[in-house]
């Protein structure tokens, strides 16, 4: 017999579990209890969507949030900037390249790299919707098969980490991490018992949760990806249970997007009377908002009133990129600004889209030759401004929840990392850049330059 309250599109009235389990796990991070790992390249591209690249990023992001979990003894929450980070915002519509003026490069998913392709193209989207939906099957593949399980971490990174002091730190936590594990299925606690609280992940020792996310900054592709679904009823403010007059209300609804777990607004689309602001203010997912120099306090807390009126926990994560120069003068008066409104906020640090990047006049190849050069960052002016933050988060009775980072595991032909960030433990030199210089936008860190970073931030809450 058919069930009567079955339609083809039933299936929408049923919660969006995946959005709900993170905003779950954010609250955990707001609360003193995770901590957030957000990291990708700064624009993913269509032809770096392969298997090696996809395992090596997945693989970075474990391996780094292993070392954070260990040293902090504290869960890892995992935010992707993947499947779906093409689009970038550009400060100038325009560049010139050689003796052209053409429209800046915006991502995939409007123009091509290409000088002679700049001109945007709608089936772009069309295909960065593929590209997406195929490295989030990847992805999915990855974390059922066994890559992700916590009993081989070595399967993730070693083979790339050449530094043996850093192989060795890493081999030194993962050792002690299958003893631990080891001890764990001694003692009787299995898979049912681990939850995600122990840093297992989805209540199953061995493996983890990962989400991805990306900067909603494509309007037209974002409206198209929104859907409306029924809030699971233990979530909900109003219950969905029977009135006291035999009536039933239905479950309250809300608009998720459905096209990540987590989006972003950059420093370039939050303005308050903007259409970015106005996309946002309407979604459920968990969403964060870049706040850069130019935010003002009040402005802030102006923006925090218009995402997150019901001031509900694990909302809104304000990922902070002043610049190195710009931190201490910036972020004591934000973080008081928001105390004193009283709004819930994760605050992580990204320290690496304020005002560092030096501008180096070589060029990879003919193509990208333009009158500025490459970009480059620099290691110690990263690490200057996210042990600022930690610091003075600290002082004003706050806490830094996480970290925003773009770090690539990608290899180059030869097998080894990329060249795109200066110094680190690998000490990268300005005339190595050249050698592997891969990434079409930011620089993004390499391995061990990433790794270096991990063992910062668990050496930072170890004490
Ligand atoms: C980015 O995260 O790549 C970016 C462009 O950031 P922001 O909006 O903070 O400049
Ligand atoms: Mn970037």
Not at 132 to 160: C, E, Q
Not at 315 to 326: D, F
Not at 355 to 382: C, E, P, Q, V
Not at 389 to 417: K, N, P
Request: hydrophobic share 35%.
């Amino acid at each position: 017999m058919s069930d009567s309250s079955w339609t083809p599109s039933s299936w929408r009235s049923k919660p969006a579990a995946q959005i709900e389990r993170l905003r779950t796990q954010l609250t955990q991070v707001q609360n003193n209890r995770a901590f957030l790992l957000h990291a990708g390249d700064c624009a993913e591209s269509f032809d770096a969507c392969t298997h090696e690249n996809i395992s090596n990023k997945i693989g970075l992001i474990l391996s780094f949030s292993l070392i954070v979990i260990w040293g902090a003894r504290m869960p890892v929450v995992r935010i992707g900037r993947i499947a779906g980070q093409y689009a970038k915002p550009r400060s100038s519509p325009t560049e010139k390249i050689g003796d052209r003026v053409v429209m800046s490069f915006r991502g995939d998913n409007v123009n091509g790299l290409d000088p002679d392709d700049r001109t945007p193209d709608p089936d772009r989207m069309l295909s960065a919707y593929f590209h997406s939906t195929t490295t989030l099957n990847h992805v999915r593949s990855l974390l059922t098969s066994g890559f992700a399980s916590l009993h081989h971490p070595k399967d993730w990174s070693l083979t790339h980490v050449r530094s043996p002091a850093l192989r060795e730190e890493f081999e030194r936590i993962t050792e002690g991490l299958s003893d631990a594990l080891e001890f764990t299925r001694t003692i009787g606690l299995g898979k049912e018992s681990l939850s995600y609280e122990q840093g297992g992940g989805r209540g199953a020792l061995g493996e983890v949760d990962f989400f991805t996310s990306h900067e909603g900054l494509m309007l037209d592709f974002e409206e198209a990806m929104t859907r409306e679904f029924a809030i699971p009823s233990s979530l909900a403010s109003r219950s969905a249970d029977a009135d006291a007059d035999g009536t039933r209300t239905p479950p309250p609804r809300a608009h998720y997007n459905t096209s990540a777990h987590f989006l972003w607004v950059g420093d370039r689309t939050r303005q308050l009377d903007g259409a970015h602001v106005e996309y946002f203010r309407g979604i459920r997912n968990p969403i964060g908002v870049k706040v850069g120099p130019s935010m003002q306090a009040g402005e802030l807390v102006r923006l925090l009133d218009v995402v997150n009126p019901e001031r509900e926990d694990g909302k809104v994560t304000l990922i902070t990129r002043y610049g190195a120069g710009k931190v201490e003068e910036c972020l004591p008066g934000q973080i008081r600004a928001v105390q004193e409104s009283g709004h819930p906020v994760i605050w992580i640090s990204d320290p690496m889209h304020g005002k560092l990047l030096n501008k180096l006049h070589w060029a990879r190849d003919s193509t990208l030759t333009s009158s500025t050069g490459l970009k480059t960052r620099n290691f110690g002016t990263i690490i200057s401004e996210l042990t600022s933050a930690l610091r003075i988060h600290a002082a004003c009775g706050s806490r830094l929840g996480g970290v925003s980072l773009e770090f690539t595991g990608e290899l180059a032909d030869d097998g080894f990392s990329v060249t795109e960030c200066l110094g680190g433990s690998m000490k990268l030199s300005e005339d190595q850049l050249p050698l592997r210089y891969q990434s079409f936008c930011d620089p993004r860190l390499n391995f061990e330059q990433s790794l270096d970073v991990a063992f910062l931030i668990s050496d930072h809450f170890k004490k």
